[in-house]
Structures are given as C-alpha cells and as structure tokens.
C-alpha cells in the first residue's frame, strides 16, 4: 500500500506521538496525476526507440522515471527524512525502497525495467488511493447531508431564509413539503411523515404531529409543518453523529495500530539485510555482482510491505461505514475489535430489553353490566388520569370510553365514579378489602409473571382485574438468543423487585439476572462480571446507566439519539433495535477475520517473491506487477466490508 493511503489515515495520535506522520500531498492532484501521464507516454516511447536508436530510448525511460515517479521519490526520501528528524530516530517508508530500487536500475543501466517499475507502482498507487478513499467517502457522504439553510417564521407571518448557524434556540421555523429539517426542534402545528434514516437507518418514514421531536438533516414528508428549535445547530443529534463520524476514523484497531507502528521497524530490517544480500551474490550464490545487484533491487521490491499496511486500515474504515448506514454509530475500531471479543454483556431491562413503558396483557371482567360496557366505563375514568397505567388501558382499547362521567382521583385509592347509581373504583389490589378467592388467585398468578394487577370494583366488591407489564421490545428474545450461542454469558440488570425482575429474565431468556439494583450500582456489577468472565459489554439508555458504560468494556448505548448516550458510549444504536447490535457483533468477527485473511495473503505473497527471486525466476517487470498487485487484491478484500452479507440479514 501506498504511504499515502495509509499514512492519511494516521491523522490519529497513538499512545507513542513519533509514530503519527502527516501527508500534505495527495497522489490524486492534478499535476501528479498529468505528470503521469506524460511519463507513460515518455515509457511508450522509449519502447519505441529501443532497438533504433538506443540513446534515445534510455533518455525516454529516465524521462519516464522523473515524470511518473516523482512524487514516489520525493515521498520516499522526504517522509523519511521528516519522520525521522520528528522520531528522532531512523523512519523509513514503502516509498523510500521503490526509490532505491529505480535508482539501482538506473545504476546498472537497466533503464526499461526502471521506467517500468516506477510506472507500476505509481499507476497502482493511484488506483489504491481511489479504492482506500472509497470508505472514507462513505462515510463522510454523510456531511453532505448537514443542513445548510432554515426557514424562519416572524409573528408578523413573514418569513425568510437564513443560514442554519444564525438559528438560535427558541426560534420558529417553518418546514415545507420535502425540505429537510434545519435543526432539531418540537412541531407546534402540522402533520407530516419525516425520513429519519440520516439519524437512526430506519428506511419507513414517522409519523410526527404537533409536540413530537424532530431532528436536523431528516427530511420531511408531504405534511408542512412549524417548529420550535430547541438546539443550536452545532450540538443537533446530526451533528454530533458526525463528530463520532470523525472520530472513527481515527481510532483504529489494535492489529492496524500495531502494522502502523511496525512498518518503519520491517523497513530498516530490509534495509540493514540488503547489503548482506548484495555481497551474498557474488560470494555465496556465485552471481557476478551486476546479477548480485539487481537481485537486490528485485529483493527490495519483493518484500516491501505495501500488502501488509493495506490489511487492516481499509477493513476497518469500510466496517465503520457499513455500520453508520444501518444507523449503528462507532467511535472507533477498536471498539469493534473489542466488541468481537466480548465474553459477557450486561443488558438494563427498561427500554432495552423491553418497551420501556407498560402494555396491557390480560384483562378479566363478571359483574351486572357486560364486558364492553365495563371496559368502556374503566377507559372513561383512565381518561381523565395522567397515570402510566392509564396510557397503557387507553392504548389497549383506542376505540372506547365515550361517556361522560365525573371522576375523582382519591390518593392511595385510585379513580372512582358514579355511573348508573353505583360507585366504581380503579385501584391497586391492597386497596380493596372485598376480594373473591377467584380474583385473588388470578392477581396472585399474575403478580408471579412479573405483572402488575388493578382492580375495578363496584361497590367495592371486586368485579374485573386488569394486568400490565413492561414487555420484552420484538429483538430482544432473538438477540440474546444468538448472544447465548455465541457463548457470551446474558446479564439483566433491574432496578425491579426480584419477581417481577425474573419474569422477564425468564421471558427474554437471559443466563442471570440482578434485581433491586440502583443505578450507581451497576457499575460495579459490570466490575464483578469483568473478574468473572473477562471483557463485559454494557447496554443501556446512557443516561442513569452512564457511570456503568463507562466502565464496561464496551459500552453500547440506546435510545435513539440521546446526546448522553453519545457522549459516554463506544458504539450508540439510533434505534432502540437489538438486532442491530446482534449485526454490529457478526461485522466485528467478519472484520477481524477479514483483516487476517489480508495479513496471511499479503506475507505468503512475500515469501514467494523472495524465494523466486533467489531461484532466479524473477525480474523487477514481474516483482513489481505481483507485488503491486497483492496490494489491491487486499484493498479489494476489504472492501466486501461495504456489503451487507446475505447471511446476516
């Protein structure tokens, strides 16, 4: 691989700052990219010439050499000289060992092969620049997608088109048909549809209406719409997922880190071996010493770790911008190296593993009026109640509780109301004194599941009994399903009574769970599950469960953007959606073990090289086209890592 496609993605300070390199040219630029030309067609024509009139085609070639390949020589001899005055030790780079190989050529009066190989390796590098930059413009496609304009509405009805950074918080914007939404904000007025794949990868509009939440850079739909922003438009959701965009890509993973920071070592160990190399023709091999000296060159070529620093960078940026589509953020690759890893992980029940907020499951009505009518008395009195419980009846029967009854909310005792002479009451059941053996059984078996029961009574003698739950969201059994298979150990944690905790353990089937737990304690659960089982994973809402992301291994946080929730975790799920971590987890072993099937190709290619060079079956022409060659056949490999496998989905 070219420096320059890796070294551009060293713009990251690892732990030793001496290994960081900076490139302020691009192989890309317009007159690189037109000197190249020229010197191909200086090579041509040295092809040409050659046999008519040899002068003339040496001088083509060296034209050939300088042309094409100066931005491979200048790279070479400059980044090291820069690196190693800023290392303050030896640092040598791929480029300096082409450059070395073309001059030794030139030395020996192979002027064809110098031409060529300088082409080669210039033409190539051009063409990896291209496929490498291809995650990256992946990725960062998604700035394009920053608003730049907003539409704001005065009190006098006029309105006028601003840039989005003069919107200030408190202001009120008007959204059209098809626009995309300035900044994040609350609708006052209107309905509409809104894309929100930019923020969470969900592909089916929402539907949203006055008082629900918008964010910047989504896109509306048919509806028009007026808004109160409530963010500045640096700190929208958008744009702090590009913040995390950014930040990915410079945190690399381990394996990239480390083939980062061995490449100047595996030069200098190349460099000190060639003259033992060099002197080893003549003296052991019995090669005259112009054959001894152009092994070498072909040595230099062969092992040149080009293939090798293509193996993870790549892999890691093209995984980083597979996930960021399906609206899973990372902060890193390491942190996807990490995850892979995982041994354990530790989930927070509410609003993870389940709903978040409570849903009728069973419902039992016997008295004097019949069930409809009794269910559309107790909707009526949970109409008039601001209670969870009460969203949780009406949701259930969205097509009931017309009467107009009035309702007293008695506290410790519930809601009560008059209708058709007799007192009904809603309430928790140790409110309720007159209770059949019937009832008491049914609450008793509920309350086992985890359910929390109500009565209705009339005239205080129990006659109906409604049983709500937290339910497990529609992933999450079939996550922890594949999490259990994979041989990761499953933790619940739950601020719920032990009960009601195991009940949904033993609906979601995980391996254990941690009941009546407050939440400063769930760090040190994380802590307890490292000692016994090794790397530990937290997911969690990021918000109460923040000190235990901190401390996990990984922290993965949902909740569809919160900005707390970015703020403290490694990866950030848009969407309170399990099967996206379980498909982040599947991308992470892919990723390593494409990382390693690139590290295993690129070193075989090598010793192959080397060995044929040494029988004698190899020429610089040859060296160079193989070598090269195994470069892009790696940077290619990586690439899969753009592509949804069809197993996965």
């Not at 054959?291 to 770790?305: A, F, N, Q």
């Not at 399906?326 to 996807?336: E, I």
């Not at 490292?530 to 109460?544: A, C, H, K, R, V």
Request: glycine fraction near 8%; charged fraction near 20%.
């Amino acid at each position: 691989m070219d420096s320059h496609n890796h070294e551009e993605c060293r713009g990251h300070s690892h732990d030793h700052d001496h290994h960081e390199h900076h490139h302020d040219h691009s192989h890309g630029g317009k007159f690189t990219i037109l000197m190249f030309f020229v010197g191909v067609a200086a090579f041509v024509a040295g092809v040409i010439l050659e046999g008519s009139n040899d002068l003339f085609a040496s001088i083509a070639f060296l034209v050939a050499v300088v042309t094409a390949g100066h931005h491979v020589i200048l790279e070479g001899i400059g980044d090291t000289f820069k690196n190693s005055i800023s290392a303050k030790k030896f640092q040598p780079n791929v480029h300096l060992l082409m450059a070395l190989a073309t001059a030794g050529a030139i030395v020996i009066r192979n002027f064809e092969e110098a031409a060529m190989l300088i082409i080669i390796f210039a033409g190539a590098h051009f063409l990896e620049a291209y496929v490498d930059g291809k995650s990256r413009r992946e990725i960062t496609n998604l700035l394009n997608m920053n608003p730049t304009e907003a539409r704001v509405l005065y009190p006098d009805g006029t309105t006028e088109v601003v840039p989005v950074d003069q919107v200030k918080v408190g202001d009120i914007l008007q959204v059209l048909n098809g626009d995309q939404v300035p900044t994040d904000g609350i609708i006052i007025s209107g309905s509409t549809a809104i894309d929100e794949s930019s923020i969470n990868g969900e592909s089916i509009p929402r539907e949203k209406n006055a008082g629900d939440e918008v964010y910047g850079s989504t896109i509306n739909g048919a509806g028009t719409f007026t808004m109160e922003v409530t963010k500045d438009s640096s700190e929208t959701v958008f744009s702090k997922i590009l913040q995390m965009v950014n930040q990915s890509q410079k945190s690399l993973t381990k394996t990239a880190t480390l083939i980062q920071r061995l490449e100047p070592k595996y030069v200098t160990i190349v460099l000190v071996l060639f003259p033992f190399i060099l002197l080893a023709g003549p003296y052991v091999f019995g090669w005259s010493w112009e054959l001894s000296l152009y092994r070498s060159m072909v040595y230099l070529i062969s092992v040149s770790p080009c293939a090798l620093a293509a193996s993870a960078v790549p892999t890691t940026l093209a995984s980083i911008s597979n996930l960021s589509k399906k609206g899973v953020l990372v902060k890193g690759g390491a942190y996807l190296s990490k995850l892979q890893d995982l041994k354990a992980i530790c989930f927070d029940k509410t609003g993870t593993l389940t709903l978040g907020k409570p849903v009728v499951t069973d419902f039992f009505f016997e008295g004097g009026l019949d069930e409809a009518e009794l269910i559309n008395l107790v909707v009526a009195m949970e109409k008039q109640s601001n209670h969870p419980l009460a969203t949780a009846i009406i949701t259930k029967f969205p097509d009931r509780g017309g009467m107009e009854i009035i309702v007293e909310n008695e506290v410790g005792r519930g809601l009560s109301a008059s209708y058709k002479d007799k007192i009904y009451r809603i309430g928790k059941p140790s409110s309720f004194n007159n209770v059949s053996f019937n009832y008491k059984n049914r609450a008793q078996d509920l309350s086992a599941e985890g359910k929390t029961v109500v009565f209705l009574g009339e005239n205080e003698q129990v006659i109906g009994l409604i049983a709500l739950m937290d339910v497990p969201n529609q992933y999450t059994k079939d996550a922890i399903t594949y999490f259990k298979e994979a041989g990761i150990h499953t933790t619940m944690i739950t601020g719920d009574a032990k009960l009601t905790g195991e009940a949904v353990g033993r609906q979601v089937g995980v391996d254990e769970v941690a009941a009546n737990v407050m939440p400063e304690d769930k760090a040190s659960i994380l802590q307890q599950q490292q000692e016994t089982y090794g790397s530990t994973g937290m997911l969690g809402d990021g918000i109460n469960d923040a000190p235990a992301l901190v401390t996990a291994d990984v922290g993965i946080a949902m909740g569809e953007g919160t900005d707390v929730a970015m703020d403290v975790a490694d990866l950030v799920l848009m969407k309170n959606d399990l099967s996206k971590l379980v498909y982040a987890h599947k991308l992470s072993k892919k990723m390593n073990k494409v990382t390693w099937q690139n590290i295993w190709f690129s070193m075989f290619v090598v010793v192959v090289l080397v060995v044929l060079n040494f029988l004698g079956k190899m020429d610089i022409t040859f060296g160079v086209i193989l070598h090269e060659g195994s470069t892009i056949v790696v940077i290619l490999n990586a690439l899969r890592m753009l592509r949804t496998p069809k197993k996965f989905l």
